[in-house]
């Protein structure tokens, strides 16, 4: 019987667990924090989860759910993060999966040896380290945790006297009450922070390298996220692309109208950023729009346009780093946010090792990673195989050039995947690569 080890009990992680567990795969789990729930555990004991205290995530609990347990109709249609951990926590007792994880338990290493791998853990509370060996690890330990913090660093960064967070750090508004603040990036954190510190700072910017199309949650009283189950989404990608500007022309007119700058590149080629307030927030002249920031003194940022402000406190929004603390680089090397995996799961050269929820969709992680895990357990259980190392080598160049010709060039985008097409290419290959039984011979 193989045993299995899973790194991480955040959403990714519980569905991996929930897969081994239907396949009656004997299977280890552990997690740094008290909890399930990963990022979506406010204040999250582990230190590891970036979410605030007014987050609600923005897709629509339908794009959300897992596949196997439907979310509440109770439900709202863009739940908070207090009913998502409960969402995870009603899925793991659903499942009966609690037994098998082990809490306030950090994996500290993991290691091949000969063709199994070897995890050593750490006890958070009594620091006894264990070494288990395991057939495979399935590691879900998020990719939203470790700040991104532009590098280089601006000059006279080092003599600016203000305070310089990141967006992880960030939990409520009130400590930036009646400062000048700046907002660093236009992705989904910084338009969900800037909109609440322009409630309670002296005066909130928003400085941007790049233009963004801002979704709302809702178009025309549909949640916008439901279009993918629409005619657009089976059209063509050009054509999906006009017919989401166009309906974006129609809901909210042009971004210029709000000071935003113009987006360079199609809606399509940029990992969405969606919010209702931001717009309204300009409307009401609350917030300024910059530039990127070109330098910086002791008390003022300077940007581009060659304005500068006044600033007491930057907030960093630009993005996380993907991490395995626990594998060394030579192994696995996650530098430029690019792992170079089969399909975003497998590493070609390290038989055994898989990687769940590794992927920044236009749609939700979750079921991605219920299916990610059922190709594992096929795998597992010999009911699929891999090509060789060469054909997954191809592969993943060809992701990388899809990738590239699709979305504009950032970190942002090295593990994107558009998720319709994403459960499609999944299941196409456990289709492919299913291995054929011959039929049992009859008895003589
Ligand atoms: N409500 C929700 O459900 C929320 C979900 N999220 C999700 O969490 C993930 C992370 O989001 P987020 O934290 O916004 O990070 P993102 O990586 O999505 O965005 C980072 C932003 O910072 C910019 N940036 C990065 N480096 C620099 C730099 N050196 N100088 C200037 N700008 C820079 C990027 O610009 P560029 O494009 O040019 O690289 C981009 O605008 C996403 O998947 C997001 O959807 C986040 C918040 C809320």
């Not at 997690?31 to 582990?46: A, P």
């Not at 941007?208 to 439901?226: E, N, Q, S, V």
């Not at 969606?274 to 920031?293: E, F, N, T, W, Y």
Request: overall charge positive; aromatic content about 8%; some cysteine.
């Amino acid at each position: 019987m193989r045993k299995v080890c899973v790194i991480g009990a955040g959403s990714s992680g519980i569905a991996a667990c929930q897969v081994l567990a239907e396949r009656g795969i004997d299977y280890d789990c552990f997690e740094l924090g008290s909890d399930v729930g990963g990022n979506w555990r406010y204040m999250n004991d582990s230190g590891q989860s970036s979410a605030y205290r007014s987050l609600h995530i923005n897709t629509s609990r339908r794009t959300m759910q897992y596949a196997s347990f439907p979310m509440s109709d109770d439900y709202p249609v863009y739940p908070g993060h207090a009913q998502i951990a409960r969402y995870f926590d009603a899925f793991v007792e659903h499942f009966g999966l609690r037994p098998s994880i082990s809490f306030r338990t950090e994996v500290v290493d993991v290691c091949p040896r000969g063709d199994q791998w070897s995890v050593t853990t750490r006890h958070r509370d009594t620091e006894s380290s264990t070494s288990q060996t395991y057939d495979a690890v399935l590691v879900a330990n998020g990719h939203h945790w470790k700040p991104r913090w532009p590098q280089p660093e601006l000059p006279g960064a080092a003599a600016f006297r203000g305070t310089r967070t990141h967006a992880h750090d960030y939990r409520t508004p009130e400590p930036f009450t009646g400062k000048r603040v700046l907002v660093l990036g236009i992705g989904n954190s910084a338009c969900d922070i800037a909109v609440e510190t322009s409630r309670v700072s002296q005066r909130t910017f928003l400085a941007m390298r790049r233009g963004a199309h801002i979704l709302p949650k809702y178009l025309f009283g549909t949640p916008t996220d439901h279009l993918t189950n629409s005619w657009l989404a089976r059209a063509p990608l050009g054509i999906q692309d006009r017919g989401l500007q166009l309906l974006l022309r129609l809901s909210r007119g042009r971004l210029a109208d709000y000071g935003l700058p113009t987006p360079a590149h199609r809606v399509l080629a940029a990992h969405p950023t969606i919010s209702d307030d931001l717009l309204s927030r300009l409307g009401h002249g609350d917030i300024g729009v910059k530039p990127a920031p070109r330098s910086m003194d002791e008390t003022r940022v300077h940007f581009d346009d060659g304005s500068s402000e006044e600033i007491d406190a930057i907030i960093h929004c630009t993005g996380y780093d993907v991490s395995f603390p626990f594998l060394k680089s030579e192994l696995i090397d996650p530098s430029d946010n690019d792992p170079g995996l089969y399909h975003r799961v497998v590493a070609p050269d390290l038989p055994g090792l898989y990687f769940i929820g590794l992927v920044q969709p236009l749609g939700a992680i979750m079921p991605l990673a219920e299916a990610q895990s059922h190709w594992v357990a096929d795998l597992l259980e010999g009911r699929c195989e891999l090509p060789g190392q060469a054909r997954m080598l191809k592969e993943i160049s060809a992701y990388r050039a899809r990738t590239a010709r699709r979305y504009v060039a950032s970190t942002r985008h090295t593990i994107q995947v558009d998720a319709r097409a994403y459960l499609r290419e999944l299941a196409k290959e456990r289709r492919r690569t299913a291995v054929r039984r011959r039929p049992a011979a009859p008895p003589s």
